[in-house]
């Protein structure tokens, strides 16, 4: 899931670097604003705890375990935000120290694993109102669905060639790994509150209108994304045919190539305005963040 | 000679209603090293965060002349310099250096000048070589050795020693005891660690559920209490006949 | 373990390490959009990018078959869909993939085995990194190491107390859960000593950090030189 570099085209990779760095910047304000630096201690020493547990297996049957992916678990305990800069983070650190997934790629990561899926992971917390075991199997579930097929479409966008045995293979993979992360992230919970009430936060105190959107649009992006990778891997990858296979065409614009390129089948059409969509929805929600968040600072 | 901690009627409960210290009275003058003794759990720990305010409970501290309260907080913990008991809780900085200089640059030093004063504490505890080194990277020892710098640099005239020979081996703990019987400060040592408490103080304090029941010399208090926790006094010696 | 390596290599002495991280950090940025920007067909450009890593890791210092075997962790995933693209019918897309992505993690390792990560980190500050993403990555970094080996711990245990047999799965399963759970209060009041130290040595809320970077004639000359060279093996 985590993807190197020399995979994804180059209009990709540098349009998922510049959405992650607004939208972790954005975060970045908006914790600087409410959490204090004495915080940070806090905030590096869940990070690590999130790295070191990835390295615990679950077994979960025919000789096979799972591990936790995290992004759930760290906004249902430290706040979604909070959750946004730790697993950049972790992220980032995979990248440089463990070669875990490219460096021009870290954008793409992090917009998938950092961004969305930390916001659909804190979707149904955040909705439900409360800590019921529904909506945090639910949170885990969705982080690692929408993570894992907005991957898949990056990759066939891309042009990176995959037949779609591979493609669906992928897919219930990711179906799979997101029913485990689910699991984990219950199992991890329900241990927690018993040991200490504290340490999962209440969503109905943290509760806020700007999260359950970006959460919502999260969920949408990965949902989608899911959908047009289970039901169109073609479609998709003709569509970065016309976008970037060759180096000659890296520097310019998709948009320019959509003008110009000639679309045959209805389907491309589609999947063309699909993607758009995708792309505006983030762009409409990052521009609300800010204002929500100007406003807020009145 | 007025006291340099001076304690009255301190009394303080923790969220769940334990009352981990109830009425506590003592003073520690100048030059002075007194031992903290007592089971887990009598307040002991607590005891010594009341007095650089970290928590706070009700009665009087006074650290040199100063009521420990948030105005003085900043003022006192630079007069009070505090090892705890886990070093790596205490070098939280990516090395030695950046650790030990972290108490000279929150008191307003230029970089240039705390960087000075932290290789002159490490120098004083014999690890200026390990300036640049990780924490990770060193021994139980170098930690408690860098974690005492770190403290040393910000020249507190009280030390307060938290459980300080845990993970320690004997020669790292010997080590310690010379280190510290040459600094000039008064020393509180909270101890499980007779032995260490004997080599280092000249009196002794007995906490109990929350209240300081002994303060006398350190010989009289350890033999009166030695038989509360003492492993040979609790007779567990094998017999062939009393095996388990 | 492999950031313990690392960690080991960074540490080492040589012309290399001792450039200024930001340097070192523009010319791997370079390095690598050249890498990615390469055309299948410029096989000449692609032997000068790894002639280049040759050349680096022979300076730093660093075990050359060592570095390229922790490189090769890419290779199952690369290899895979570079067979893929072999089988459509692309041939040399299927190479240079296999290439560029090998010698990519190539230049990450190298950058990471001549850079402590602090120092790194600091570096990353200086060109526009948000404080708040540093001093996270710091302290993650300082207690990865020491969490790490408390989950090794942790795990053994439960290995030790594990059943073996499906029934109790859902059993290890509660137990792994349980294990992780202790983790993170082990973690969390960690964080809470961490605080207390802070706290007693003059934490006023904002941390006050040394920041001893200085960037010499020497870092710059090594950034340009090699931005050059980079820059023309791609043009031409």
């Given amino acids: ?298 | 000679m007025t006291p340099v901690i001076e304690v009255r009627d301190l009394r303080f409960r923790y969220e769940d209603g334990t009352q981990a210290l109830d009425g506590v009275n003592f003073s520690l003058h100048a030059g002075e090293t007194v031992a903290v003794l007592g089971a887990n759990g009598s307040g002991k720990t607590t005891f010594v965060l009341q007095l650089n305010g970290i928590l706070q409970g009700e009665g009087q501290v006074i650290v040199c002349g100063l009521p420990v309260n948030k105005e003085n907080a900043a003022t006192v913990r630079s007069k009070i310099g505090m090892v705890f008991q886990d070093s790596d809780e205490q070098l939280f900085m990516p090395t030695v250096l950046e650790d030990v200089a972290f108490g000279p640059l929150n008191q307003g030093c230029q970089p240039a000048e705390a960087i000075e004063k932290a290789k002159r504490a490490l120098q004083q505890v014999g690890m200026e070589h390990s300036l640049n080194k990780a924490p990770y990277h060193l021994s139980a020892g170098e930690k408690r050795k860098a974690a005492l710098a770190g403290v040393l640099t910000m020249q507190p005239e009280i030390l307060v020693l938290d459980e300080p020979t845990t993970f320690l081996d004997p020669p790292a703990q010997l080590s310690l005891v010379h280190l510290l019987h040459e600094l000039p400060q008064a020393k509180l040592i909270v101890t499980h660690d007779t032995r260490f408490a004997c080599a280092l103080a000249s009196r002794a304090v007995f906490f109990e559920k929350g209240k300081l029941v002994t303060d006398g010399p350190i010989e009289e208090v350890i033999q009166r209490y030695d038989w509360h926790y003492s492993l040979l006094a609790a007779d567990l010696r094998y017999s062939a006949q009393r095996r388990f | 373990m492999h950031h313990v390596i690392v960690d080991q290599w960074s540490q080492g002495k040589s012309p290399l390490h001792a450039r200024d991280p930001r340097a070192k950090i523009f010319v791997l940025l370079v390095f690598l959009v050249v890498l990615a920007t390469t055309t299948p067909d410029a096989g000449v450009t692609l032997i000068i990018d790894a002639a280049v890593l040759v050349s680096g890791i022979l300076l730093a210092g660093l075990p050359l078959m060592g570095l390229l075997l922790r490189a090769a962790t890419i290779l199952p995933f690369s290899l895979t869909f570079g067979l893929i693209t072999w089988l459509a019918g692309d041939l040399w897309r299927a190479i240079a993939l296999v290439e560029k992505s090998y010698l990519s993690t190539v230049a990450v390792l190298l950058l990471v085995g001549t850079t402590p990560l602090p120092r790194l980190l600091r570096g990353l500050e200086a060109l526009g990194t948000p404080r708040v993403l540093v001093l996270l990555a710091q302290f993650l970094y300082r207690y990865l190491f020491v969490i790490s080996e408390q989950a090794q711990h942790v795990r053994v245990a439960a290995v030790c107390r594990a059943g073996g047999s499906s029934e109790h799965r859902r059993g290890r399963f509660r137990a792994a859960g349980g294990a992780l759970a202790v983790l993170f209060a082990r973690s969390y009041y960690r964080a809470e000593g961490i605080y207390r130290s802070m706290l007693a040595r003059g934490f006023g809320g904002h941390f006050v950090l040394l920041n001893p970077l200085r960037f010499g004639a020497l870092d710059g000359g090594f950034a340009a030189a090699l931005v050059a060279l980079l820059v023309m093996a791609r043009i031409t």
């Fill in chain 1, 1 to 298: 899931m985590h993807i190197p570099d020399n995979f994804l085209s180059t209009p990709v990779w540098a349009a998922l670097d510049a959405i992650s760095i607004s939208a972790v910047g954005l975060t970045v304000r908006r914790a600087s604003r409410d959490l204090p630096e004495s915080n940070i201690p806090l905030l590096g020493v869940m990070g690590a705890f999130v790295f070191a547990a990835q390295m615990i297996n679950f077994p979960v049957g025919a000789g096979t375990s799972g591990h936790l992916v995290g992004g759930a678990l760290l906004a249902a305990t430290i706040g979604p935000a909070p959750a946004v800069l730790v697993m950049t983070t972790i992220l980032a650190i995979q990248a440089f120290v463990f070669q875990d997934g490219g460096v021009l790629a870290l954008g793409a990561n992090v917009f998938n694993m950092a961004v969305v899926g930390v916001l659909a992971g804190s979707w149904p917390f955040q909705l439900w109102g409360r800590a019921s075991t529904a909506a945090v199997f639910a949170g885990g579930f969705l982080s690692v669905l929408a993570s894992g097929s907005l991957a898949l479409i990056e990759l066939l966008i891309s042009g990176v060639r995959m037949p779609r045995l591979l493609v669906y293979s992928s897919v219930g993979l990711f179906a799979v790994n997101a029913l485990i992360e689910g699991a984990i992230t219950v199992s991890v919970v329900q241990a927690l509150n018993k040991l200490n009430p504290g340490f999962v936060q209440k969503p109905g105190t943290a509760r806020n209108r700007l999260l359950i959107v970006l959460g919502a649009a999260g969920v949408v992006l990965g949902g989608a994304g899911f959908l047009l990778a289970s039901s169109a891997p073609d479609a998709i990858q003709n569509l970065g045919q016309t976008l970037g296979m060759s180096a000659k065409t890296n520097f310019t614009t998709p948009m320019a190539n959509y003008a110009a390129g000639n679309f045959e089948s209805a389907w491309l059409r589609r999947a063309t305005a699909g993607l758009t969509g995708l792309l505006l929805i983030c762009a409409i929600c990052a521009a609300g963040a800010r204002m929500i968040g100007r406003r807020r600072s009145v």
